[in-house]
C-alpha cells in the first residue's frame, strides 16, 4: 500500500521562521498518514464524493477528527485547522462539512458499514507495523486476544 497523504508533509530545520502551536495536531496528521486510515476512508467513502467535489469527504472527515481532539465542540472550531494551512493542508469550510454530513446522515447505515471497514483495516495496518508489540502477536483459535 502507498497511500497519498491528505495532510501536507512538514520538515524541519533551524532557519527562523513561524513554529506550529499545535504539535499535537501533528503528530494527529502524522497518525493518520503511517496508520494508512486516511487511505482507507477515502476508498470506503468514494461512493459519497461528488463528481467535482475539492474537498474529498475523508479529508473532511478526519479534519473533523482533529478538531476534536484539539478541543473543538462545534463545526466552527475548524476554523482552528483553517487557520494552519502549512500543517492541515486545504479545510472545508464549515457549509460544505454540514452539507457532507447531511449526506452522509441521509444514508447512515451504509456509511457506518463502509466507516467500519476503514477503521478496521487502519487497525490491522497499525498492529501490522507494531510487530512483535502489537495486541494480536502470537494470537490464533487456541490462544486468543482476550479484551477484558
Known sequence: MKPTRSYPRLHVDTALSNAVGQAGGMLLTETVHTSGLGHYLKQALAAWKKPFAIHDPAKILTDIAITL??????????????DEPD?????????????????????????????????????????ELSGAQAPNHETDASTPLIVD
Open 69 to 82: 481532539a484539539l478541543g473543538g465542540d462545534a463545526l466552527s472550531d475548524s476554523s482552528v485547522l483553517r
Open 87 to 127: 500543517l492541515y493542508g486545504p479545510v472545508a469550510s464549515n457549509p460544505t462539512i454540514t452539507r457532507l454530513i447531511r449526506t452522509l446522515a441521509a444514508d447512515a447505515d451504509r456509511v457506518l458499514a463502509a466507516l467500519n471497514t476503514a477503521r478496521a483495516a487502519a487497525r490491522a495496518r497499525v498492529w
